[in-house]
């Protein structure tokens, strides 16, 4: 594997790399979610890039940027058991030299929800993720279902400013009990984690209530409000919402008749934990 750290080395080493080229870009603390991106792209590619960047403009003034978790060597380990051909590891300064003054607004999707919650969040994404689809000219880039709106973000940004690669969107990745994988569950005390499969949980039983024919959207999200409520240790529910995949907008006549999103954001102790389901009608 090789570990570059430049944008000029990283071009140099894609123009003679085979393609598909498969980029996995994430900001490191790698888990067991980043790692099935990986796997995914190195089946599908003959050449594996995945970023680590703790990406600053995607925080805002009062988040985690500066206890994000890091651990470069390991993770750098971890990419090169899987099979990663190169890792690209900026510092912030090369990919926000001084100067730097360009920002990709996306709205439709960006707008509600997480882009309500915090303001500059997909402002800082969408120019991150942009300026790596640039540097790396990839045939696919894999994101996880876990983070759902930041993928119809992507996948809204890519269509609209007609970048050649294709967004793969590859499934959520739990713990046992249910908790979806997290840089941010490294926060949670013992107590909260215990406390946190909650959340899938009450995703879970609102996905038992859809199928069993339910399709009134305040019905089911209001289920799931009363879950996450009952769970002393649930301080805060950002929102809960049944959304259109693809727009975010919060689809009140979609229900039964193609797919939707549950999303749901919520703080336990000082962490936000975020998660989300599909809805899908019954096939026939
Ligand atoms: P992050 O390092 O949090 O920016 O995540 C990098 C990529 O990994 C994003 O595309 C995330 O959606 C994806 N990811 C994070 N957690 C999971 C998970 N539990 N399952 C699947 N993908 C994930």
Do not use: W
């Not at 876990?146 to 992507?154: L, R, Y």
């Not at 339910?214 to 089911?220: A, M």
Request: proline fraction near 7%; glycine fraction near 6%; hydrophobic fraction near 45%.
């Amino acid at each position: 594997m090789d570990v570059v750290t430049s944008i000029k080395e990283l071009r140099q080493r894609i123009n003679r790399a085979p393609r598909p080229i498969g980029l996995v870009p994430t900001m490191g603390a790698l888990h067991e979610g980043h790692l099935s991106l990986v796997r995914r792209a190195r089946a599908d590619s003959a050449t594996v890039v995945a970023t680590i960047f703790v990406n600053p403009t995607q925080f805002g003034p009062t988040e985690d940027l500066t206890r994000y978790p890091r651990d470069l060597e390991a993770d750098l380990k971890l990419l090169e058991d899987n099979g990663v051909d190169v890792a690209f590891c900026p510092s912030t300064d090369k990919v926000y030299p001084q100067g730097f003054a360009t920002t990709v607004e996306v709205r439709g999707p960006a707008l509600p929800l997480e882009g309500e919650a915090r303001p500059d969040h997909f402002r800082g994404v969408a120019t991150v993720v942009t300026k790596l689809l640039l540097m790396s000219a990839p045939d696919v880039a894999y994101f996880g279902q876990k983070d759902a709106q930041q993928a119809a973000v992507i996948k809204q940004l890519v269509a609209d400013l007609d970048i050649p690669v294709h967004v793969e969107v590859c499934p959520t990745v739990r713990e046992p009990d249910g908790l979806a994988m997290s840089s941010r569950n490294a926060y949670l005390s013992a107590e909260q984690r215990a406390a946190a499969p909650v959340i899938f949980g009450a995703l879970s039983a609102v996905q038992t209530l859809y199928e069993s024919g339910e399709l009134s959207r305040q019905t089911l999200e209001r289920r799931c409000r009363e879950m996450l409520e009952a769970e002393p240790l649930i301080e805060a529910i950002d929102y809960v919402a049944v959304v259109d995949s693809g727009s975010f907008i919060q689809a009140a006549d979609l229900l039964g008749v193609q797919p939707v999103t549950l999303v749901v954001a919520a703080r336990i102790g000082g962490t936000r934990l975020i998660d989300n389901v599909v809805l899908k009608p019954e096939a026939g």
